[in-house]
């Protein structure tokens, strides 16, 4: 089992960018998928779950409105869409993946936002 996310980096505040993630090693259309954050000196946050197979979304509220989840389970895939970025933003950006007692990680992608 794994997940890679990719497409952290560096942005100015208003910047976007989109996060992806990346699935194998398990029937990835079967699962829920969320992205967490975890920013410096602070506690993992639950940001955004798409569900199985794709119908259902929900974020936190300091997201709703900028972030965008999405999957494209014919490609492993989930993404978020991240816009109108701010500096609060910045974090590491987990991948999970979760159906009953399994429940799988990626090892996370850095998100600075900087001017």
């Known amino acids: 089992v794994q997940l890679v996310e990719s497409g952290g980096g560096l942005v100015q505040p208003g910047g976007s960018l989109r996060l992806s993630c990346t699935a194998s090693g398990f029937t990835f259309s079967s699962y829920g998928m969320r992205w967490y954050r975890q920013a410096p000196g602070k506690e993992r946050e639950l940001v955004a779950h798409i569900s199985s197979p794709g119908g259902t979304t929900r974020y936190v509220d300091s997201v709703k409105g900028r972030f965008t989840i999405s999957r494209d389970n014919a490609k492993n895939t989930v993404y978020l869409q991240m816009d109108s970025l701010k500096f609060e933003d910045t974090a590491v950006y987990y991948c999970?993946?979760?159906?009953?007692?399994?429940?799988?990680w990626g090892k996370g992608t850095l998100v600075i936002v900087s001017s």
């Open positions: 999970n993946a979760f159906l009953y007692s399994m429940d799988y």
